[in-house]
């Protein structure tokens, strides 16, 4: 499956400023972004990012429940965008942000909370001094998805600007390309990268492995059959006890294993290692996990110490599954960088040892700061600037902010 703009260049443009909006999971997020430049010149400054995580109205669930997602982003929105307010600048007023044409009707039913927030909220009179708006049109949670695409309608009509629709999974990838994630105003150029490049995209919602050919044209070249890996994490950490979302704790714990050398109490499969494929399985590690706490259970033996055991077991069996992929991957790719992304990206052990991989290659490798390893708005503000182009601006206006059904 391929996606993206094969062939798409910069072209030269005038210092813009993009609103990021990104809601496909449990974070709601905005970031204001200021870019200039084209091509090898082109250069960004962030001017502020803003992360709303619901992580913990979700964890009496063990997992992201949509219904829940879609209501707290229409909740989080507007108050998040006020936050913006003095970054945002101005341009005029609007005499009104009340409902312009019927879709927002459908607006209203779909996403009360959204709709009851926006045309209560005056502060959005003044126009911003924003030249775009990108926002997050998948992959990710329907519902929760549509929270932001509807949020990105409802501003482009009141302040009359255009929409960019951005691939989540290009926003983790371009993010990784940021030198610095601080909102200092500082301009920054992108890291160097040279394509095609690898891309290892791993979260609680994706796990996929990508041939960008260029900024615009990526291939994915492997993806789950069924858990993402940061899936996996936390579901095996629920068995263990940890709270949700679990990775970090279990990574934690499989660290304390590592370093005090607690032996694994058993052995794990490292799903698919052997398939000739690119592609990954990890719902056979979460029954395994499940058959040994029960045992260990009914044998009086699930102490800490054990829980240590495991965790490191199970680490070493996903890294083990990630490495083989990105080996046979880099093997018959011919490819000049490896770029990892998404919420697991975080994880130390996984980052030391694919450092290693790349340095076996002779390639570098490109990694997001903390801060947006997992989801953000910044990456989103980024994409939505590097896919700017005179004849794509022209069909977004023609269509886009009328009708956001956007098909990639
Ligand atoms: O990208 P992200 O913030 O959200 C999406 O799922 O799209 O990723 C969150 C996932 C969770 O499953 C979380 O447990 C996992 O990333 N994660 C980690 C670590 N930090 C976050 N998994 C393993 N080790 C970590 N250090
Ligand atoms: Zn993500």
């Given amino acids: 499956m391929t996606w993206g703009r094969p062939g798409v260049r910069i072209p030269y443009r005038a210092p813009m400023i993009i609103l990021g909006i990104e809601t496909s999971c449990d974070e ?5 972004i200021e870019t200039r430049g084209s091509g090898e010149s082109f250069e960004c400054r962030i001017i502020n990012s803003l992360i709303h995580s619901q992580a ?16 707290e982003h229409g909740k989080t929105l507007v108050p998040l965008l006020e936050k913006l307010k003095s970054d945002l600048g101005s341009r005029g007023f609007t005499s009104e942000v009340k409902p312009r044409d019927l879709d927002w009707n459908d607006i209203k039913s779909q996403n009360p909370e959204l709709f009851e927030s926006f045309t209560k909220a005056d502060f959005l009179k003044e126009i911003p001094a924003v030249d775009y708006i990108a926002v997050t049109e998948g992959p990710g949670l329907e519902p929760a998805l549509w929270v932001g695409i509807n949020f990105a309608k409802m501003l482009a009509e009141t302040w009359q600007i255009p929409v960019i629709p951005v691939n ?16 200092d105003g500082k301009w920054q150029k992108l890291k160097e990268i040279n394509f095609p490049a690898l891309a290892l995209l ?9 041939k960008i050919n260029n900024i615009g044209d990526y291939q994915i070249i492997g993806q789950t059959r069924d858990d993402a890996v940061g899936e996996a994490y936390d579901k095996a950490a629920r068995l263990l006890g940890l709270p949700y979302p679990g990775g970090p704790h279990l990574a934690k714990l499989a660290q304390q294993a ?12 490292r799903p698919m290692i052997d398939s000739k494929d690119l592609n990954f399985s990890f719902s056979g590690l979460k029954t395994a996990i499940l058959y040994a706490v029960r045992k260990a259970e009914q044998a009086g033996e699930f102490t800490d110490e054990f829980k240590k055991g495991l965790a490191r077991e199970f680490e070493q069996a996903v890294v083990d599954t990630l490495v083989s992929k990105v080996h046979a991957a880099l093997d ?41 390893s997992g989801d953000n708005a910044l990456m989103i503000a980024l994409a939505g600037s590097l896919q700017i182009k005179t004849e794509m601006l022209g069909l977004i206006r023609a269509s886009g902010t009328k009708k956001l059904g956007f098909d990639s």
Avoid: W
């Fill in 28 to 32: 709601t997020a905005l970031a204001l």
């Fill in 56 to 71: 913990k109205l979700h964890s009496q669930y063990g997992g992201v429940y949509p219904a829940l997602a879609k209501r």
């Fill in 168 to 183: 989540h999974m290009e926003g983790h990838i371009v993010g990784s390309l940021l030198e610095s994630d601080k909102p």
């Fill in 202 to 210: 791993i979260s609680g919602g994706h796990t996929e492995l990508i």
């Fill in 258 to 269: 590592r370093d005090s050398n607690i032996s694994i109490p058993i052995s794990l499969p």
């Fill in 332 to 372: 018959d790719g011919n490819m000049n960088a490896l770029i990892i992304g998404g919420g697991v990206s975080a994880n130390k052990y996984l980052n030391q040892t694919l450092t290693k991989v790349a340095l076996e290659y002779g390639i570098p490798i490109f990694t997001p700061s903390q801060h947006i």
